[in-house]
């Protein structure tokens, strides 16, 4: 049988796992960490559960497929928890937002702040809606890996103004500042810039609006768990604890990996899940890499980072949506100083997540369980987190408490936090990002790392950094452009399965 291997176990990892098996391969994931996920990690503390990274579950479909696919029910192993609202957006004069899928309350809200609004926002959803149908649902599992193909959705990327930024866009049909940064930041949750980031990733609007926001019982460590017992119960080996060092190429193809406690596996072909930079610059022999040289490497441009604290609190906030954008008093300057000038500004804009909104077992009970999240300068900022961090956390937690949570700092229990460095050396990703490659326009589609490897016949990539990019629906879709470009499995059939019609894949589109 056919031997793969899936090196990390993100969800883009365990998702090709489930291609591959579905393709016939003998599958083996290999871990570098003692945990699976990926930024999907978790944190068990003292009765709390912490999700490390992604909360929001968009296009349900997605998971529901890949059980599917080797004929399981996702039911009998995750369940979906819906969120209302989407998001609730506090600016900083204190006034609210609360975006949400219904589309007669989205538009009393809007109207509650800003009534002249309501018209330009109905053509901007009409605006999302198109770049939606083009650029997911025509392109966002389809390989980017020619100029033809590039070259092909050029035209409509033009019509579809895709010039323009997301927040460029907005502000042609918002005229209140706030509703542009609300309708604006969602770019951010795969890390670009809103005021540079091309407008195509304007869809993220549609496509929230169209499948809606979930949250998965248990947190998104029960999902990572469910695709743990599929792939096991499927008959892959999934190995933590396994870095690997080294991947070897003879005549052109990849042969092996080695792992740093010397371990070697043997295979036919290798996805990786991990940063295509370092898989590129650090596991493969220059002499193997044309296109990937360092030099072309060095070139890359790297997304923001993040600082997340994450925290346990004696007392019940019950007045807290589940998903909470904290805006502070600068929005343009902010981002500026983040993705451009690389420095800790003063001032922070941060999204809140209280899970016991939706999960009361997710903290012990009569207390919450939260993370604080703030965009902040990868590692090329220079910035010293290990004199920054407790500063950075306890300004972070003070201000919190005087403006939304009040009497956090005495009731507070768990407490500890992330930088940029735990993206770097435990995440192993380069400069520290949060999102990988920043998905820029000159970094995005075919510019983006390609899910077949141009140098390495038998290696592919999927994850954050390759097309269509980051946020958990990105990854799951670089994982399904796996199907058109990995071969089947030597002297086995594909296995035929009934699709069943789950509630997120037949999902009603929303309607204007």
């Known amino acids: ?18 291609r591959l098996l579905n393709k016939g391969y003998d599958v ?88 002249k609004d309501v018209d330009g926002y109905r053509r901007l959803a ?115 604890n396994a870095s690997v060092k080294k991947i070897e190429v003879e005549n052109g193809s990849v042969k092996r990996v080695i792992t740093e406690d010397e371990r070697i596996f043997d295979c036919d072909l290798l996805v990786s899940n991990a940063d295509p930079v370092r898989v590129y610059r650090d596991m493969i022999d220059s002499s193997h890499r044309s296109k990937h040289s360092d030099r072309s490497l060095n070139r890359k441009k790297h997304s923001m980072s993040l600082f997340v604290a994450y925290f346990g609190a004696k007392k019940l906030y019950p007045e807290l949506a589940h998903h909470t954008i904290l805006l502070g008093p600068r929005y343009n300057g902010l981002l500026k100083d983040i993705f451009d000038r690389k420095v800790l500004a003063d001032d922070f804009s941060l999204y809140l997540h209280a899970p016991t909104r ?37 300004k972070i937690y003070r201000w919190m408490d005087q403006n939304h949570l009040s009497g956090l700092m005495d009731n507070l229990t768990v407490d500890f936090a992330v930088n940029p460095d735990y993206f770097d050396f435990e995440l192993q990703s380069e400069h520290g990002a949060a999102f990988g490659i920043e998905p820029s326009f000159t970094q995005s589609a075919y510019f983006r790392f390609h899910n077949r490897s141009e140098d390495v016949n038998g290696l592919y990539f999927v994850g954050a950094n390759t097309h269509p990019g980051a946020g958990i629906p990105g990854v799951l879709n670089s994982a399904k452009v796996l199907d058109k470009v990995v071969p089947q499995a030597s002297g086995i059939s594909r296995v035929k399965t009934k699709r069943r019609r789950s509630e997120g894949l037949r999902a009603p589109e929303a309607q204007l």
């Open 1 to 18: 049988m056919s031997k793969a291997i899936v090196m990390g176990s993100g969800f883009g990892g365990l998702a090709a796992a489930v």
């Open 28 to 115: 083996t994931v290999l871990e570098a960490r003692d945990q699976i996920g990926g930024r999907a990690g978790v944190f068990k503390q003292d009765g709390y559960t912490f999700d490390a990274g992604p909360t929001v579950i968009t296009a349900p479909y997605l998971l529901n497929e890949l059980f599917e696919l080797l004929q399981e029910d996702p039911k009998d192993f995750f369940e979906l928890l819906p969120i209302d609202p989407f998001y609730r957006i506090i600016f900083n004069d204190k006034s609210k937002f609360d975006y949400v899928g219904d589309e007669d309350r989205l538009i009393e809200n809007i109207k509650d702040l800003s009534p």
């Open 126 to 240: 009409r605006h999302a809606k198109d770049i939606f149908d083009v650029g997911y649902t025509e392109l966002a599992d389809a390989p980017f890996d020619t100029v033809a193909s590039m070259l092909r959705v050029a035209p409509d990327m033009i019509k579809l103004q895709n010039y323009r930024s997301v927040y460029s866009l907005v502000s042609k049909y918002i005229k209140d500042e706030r509703l542009r940064m609300a309708f604006s930041f969602e770019p951010l949750l795969v890390g670009g810039n809103p005021t540079k980031i091309t407008s195509i990733y304007l869809l993220i609007h549609w496509l929230e609006r169209k499948w809606g926001v979930h949250f998965v019982k248990g947190g998104t460590t029960a999902l990572v768990d469910a695709f743990r017992r599929l792939l096991v119960k499927k008959g892959a080996n999934v190995l933590t």
């Open 358 to 394: 939706t999960d009361v077992t997710m903290a012990p009970e009569g207390h919450e369980c939260f993370y604080v999240l703030s965009p902040v300068p990868n590692k090329l900022g220079k910035i010293d987190w290990a004199t920054e961090t407790e500063r950075y956390k306890e």
